[in-house]
């Protein structure tokens, strides 16, 4: 029954939309009626501004972190990353924002945090890397979530190397619209990077 217990808590924590209430709360603003419509962080952050989108950020890497240790926390014997997909399930999937969430990015990397720290501090760098490169967060997250699946399958940790294969087709199945944008070179660029654009 606990079991049962950890995958709600995980799946209700995905499910906080934190974009969403962020922005209800501090700037009567719904963030899903603006931009690309997306209640994640980049959205956020294009709407909302740099302090909301941060906060966002942070929320939302905590969620995923906080499932994967609840395990941990009430002793069960179970592998903290299949609690920690339902958190990833929630946030694409959240009760409280009627089932529309965000495309996972931010929550997959907290996941991974809480199991496999020095394995995301390295994706942080490639992440960083390829976003000043192509200044387009999109692409960077796609490229990040591919490469990390390939490296998972050296962690030596097949549950954590199933969790992340499944976590990056949900992201790229998420990223779709932006990945027809990029091939047609009408994606959006962040103000900075080589690649700098402020449309």
Same mark, same amino acid.
């Given at each position: 029954m606990i079991e049962f217990f950890?995958?709600?808590? @995980?799946?209700?924590?995905?499910?906080?939309?934190?974009? +969403?209430?962020?922005?209800?709360?501090?700037?009567?603003?719904?963030?899903?009626?603006?931009?690309?419509?997306?209640?994640?962080?980049?959205?956020?952050?294009?709407?909302?501004?740099?302090?909301?989108?941060?906060? +966002?950020?942070?929320?939302?890497?905590?969620?995923?972190?906080?499932?994967?240790?609840?395990?941990?926390?009430?002793?069960?014997?179970? *592998?903290?990353?299949?609690?920690?997909?339902?958190?990833?399930?929630? *946030?694409?999937?959240?009760?409280?924002?009627?089932?529309?969430?965000?495309?996972?990015?931010?929550?997959?990397?907290?996941?991974?945090?809480?199991?496999?720290?020095?394995?995301?501090?390295?994706?942080?760098?490639?992440?960083?890397?390829?976003?000043?490169?192509?200044?387009?967060?999109?692409?960077?997250?796609?490229?990040?979530?591919?490469? @990390?699946? +390939?490296?998972?399958?050296?962690?030596?940790?097949?549950?954590?190397? @199933?969790?992340?294969?499944? @976590?990056?087709?949900? +992201?790229?199945?998420? *990223?779709?619209?932006?990945?027809?944008?990029?091939?047609?070179?009408?994606?959006?660029?962040?103000?900075?990077?080589?690649?700098?654009?402020?449309?």
């Amino acid at each position: 029954m606990i079991e049962f217990f950890l995958i709600a808590a @995980a799946y209700l924590l995905g499910s906080i939309p934190s974009g +969403v209430w962020i922005g209800k709360a501090f700037y009567k603003t719904d963030i899903r009626e603006h931009g690309s419509g997306n209640s994640g962080t980049t959205n956020t952050y294009r709407v909302l501004g740099k302090w909301a989108g941060t906060v +966002v950020l942070i929320m939302d890497i905590a969620k995923g972190t906080l499932a994967v240790l609840l395990p941990l926390w009430f002793g069960v014997t179970i *592998h903290p990353m299949f609690i920690g997909l339902f958190a990833i399930i929630g *946030h694409v999937y959240p009760i409280f924002a009627g089932f529309k969430g965000g495309k996972a990015v931010a929550t997959t990397a907290g996941v991974a945090l809480g199991a496999q720290p020095l394995f995301v501090l390295v994706l942080i760098m490639v992440f960083a890397g390829i976003l000043y490169t192509s200044s387009m967060v999109s692409l960077a997250s796609v490229l990040t979530l591919i490469l @990390a699946a +390939v490296a998972s399958l050296f962690v030596g940790d097949w549950v954590f190397t @199933a969790i992340v294969w499944i @976590a990056m087709v949900l +992201v790229v199945v998420r *990223h779709r619209a932006n990945i027809d944008r990029i091939r047609r070179g009408e994606e959006n660029k962040v103000p900075f990077g080589l690649n700098r654009s402020k449309k």
